[in-house]
């Protein structure tokens, strides 16, 4: 993020930017800033309030009219603060990187060859290195040219694999911003009379009032700094943004290539809805109540209760200072989470049958948790509906789904034998096609997704 007014200091901006996309990130988070002259740093485990908020000190010290800060959520690398974003190469270049490196064995090998040996477990110093090594070749360090970033950039895309939105800030140069060629994860840029912004969810740039201007286009990179801004298509581009971002990942009030992440859950819900009335009609007159799994499921659940109905109630109560339990390091800190994150309001439950509406079923153990919960509370008949279809395969792009042994729907089973293990009556799955059509139906110029992980 730059500011126009070098006398304006951008902490500010950045500690409450990261605090709208708290939900991408809870195991980190870092900011470094400049004032043309030094980066100034500084990252901690934990969540921004408390990395950022609990001590003053720190926000003096972290001087500069531009800057960049991450959230972190661990699916490559160990969890420690040596990981955790930005990375540096001393007073020379900070890096910010959402999404996965899947040929990172590969890309080790060619830094060794150059005697760069890292620092940290994580597949975004990879990308640090890369870019710094191609920089370094190509011309000495203060006669960097925009067409050198840009050749580094190639560089880059050319040798890295798996998904990657990265911006990059250099003293002197600005920022550069790039996204890998399936634009996999989603990165926006923003602007307003105050200064100019990049970031991976339209919400935190609207959030501290700028305005969004555009998405950063697969196999584009954009260079930013105060006097103008330059873009060039490093590589051909073949769309396919992940479509977990659509059902979970992302807030409903971000755009992301053009759709509204609010709209294409409402989109999902109605697609889940018809399915069950064309498929299951018969159950639908013993539906007693729509409930949602919150949050993320919310808006899905009240277009489900609006088609098929039936009353919508929201039985299941979450505490609102438990984090997202998806993105926990363990399963074992997922399910003691759990128990602390959701609560029931056991009239709303007491001798009905309840139509369960959830995201997402990915290893089981959840649902498993929230079906029991339900029964404890005196529910009749547990129907449990996912707006995803079945996941059945790991996510090696950015999202922490397993390894295929541990997803309840590996093997190809059953809808009966994932309820009969989660302990429902019924499980229903929305159709990959229809949550795909869901989306692309939004922008139809999006028409091909990242769906590896369900088929």
């Known amino acids: 993020m730059y500011l126009s007014n070098q006398d304006h200091r951008v902490y500010t901006y950045l500690v409450n930017g990261l605090t709208v996309l708290q939900h991408r990130g809870q195991d980190a988070a870092g900011i470094h800033t400049c004032d043309n002259s030094y980066i100034y740093k500084h990252k901690n ?16 010290a972290l001087q500069g009219y531009y800057g960049i800060g991450h959230v972190r959520y661990c699916t490559a690398g160990h969890l420690n603060v040596e990981s955790a974003q930005p990375l540096n190469i001393g007073n020379r270049i900070s890096l910010v990187h959402n999404g996965n490196l899947t040929n990172t064995a590969e890309l080790v090998e060619i830094l060794k060859q150059y005697n760069i040996t890292l620092t940290t477990s994580s597949d975004s110093e990879i990308i640090l290195q890369l870019f710094a090594l191609r920089l370094c070749r190509l011309s000495m360090w203060d006669s960097i040219s925009k067409n050198d970033i840009f050749n580094a950039v190639n560089y880059v895309m050319n040798l890295c694999k798996g998904s990657f939105s990265v911006v990059i800030m250099m003293p002197n140069h600005g920022f550069i911003a790039f996204r890998d060629a399936r634009g996999i994860r989603p990165l926006s840029f923003g602007q307003s009379e105050i200064g100019s912004i990049f970031a991976s969810e339209t919400v935190a740039i609207q959030s501290i009032g700028f305005r969004t201007v555009r998405d950063i286009l697969p196999g584009e990179c954009v260079i930013m700094n105060q006097s103008e801004i330059t873009n060039k298509y490093i590589t051909e581009a073949h ?120 995201d997402s079923i990915v290893r089981g153990n959840t649902s498993m948790q929230i079906v029991e919960i339900i029964r404890k509370a005196g529910a009749k008949r547990v129907i449990f509906a996912s707006i995803a279809p079945p996941v059945r395969h790991a996510n090696i792009y950015g999202i922490a789904i397993p390894t295929e042994s541990e997803l309840i729907a590996s093997q190809n089973k059953t809808d009966e034998e994932i309820a009969s293990l989660i302990g429902a009556d019924m499980v229903i799955y929305n159709d990959l096609e229809d949550v795909v059509n869901s989306c692309s139906k939004i922008n139809p110029d999006v028409f091909g997704f990242e769906v590896s992980c369900f088929q």
Not at 45 to 60: H, N, P, T, Y
């Open 45 to 60: 485990a934990g969540k921004v309030e408390r990395v950022f908020q609990s001590d003053s000190s720190i926000s003096d």
């Open 239 to 358: 769309h396919t943004p992940c479509l977990f971002e659509y059902i979970y990942f992302a807030r409903p009030e971000s755009t992301i290539d053009g759709i509204l992440v609010y709209q294409a859950r409402k989109n999902m819900g109605e697609a889940l809805a018809q399915k069950i009335l064309q498929k299951y009609a018969n159950i639908v007159d013993e539906i007693d109540v729509v409930m949602p799994v919150p949050d993320s499921a919310r808006i899905s659940a009240l277009r489900v209760s609006y088609i098929l109905q039936k009353p919508y109630c929201e039985g299941l109560i979450k505490n609102a200072y438990v984090g997202r339990t998806f993105i926990m390091p363990s399963q074992s800190e997922r399910k003691r989470s759990l128990k602390m994150k959701l609560n029931t309001i056991d009239q709303e439950f007491y001798d009905k049958n309840v139509l369960i509406i959830d």
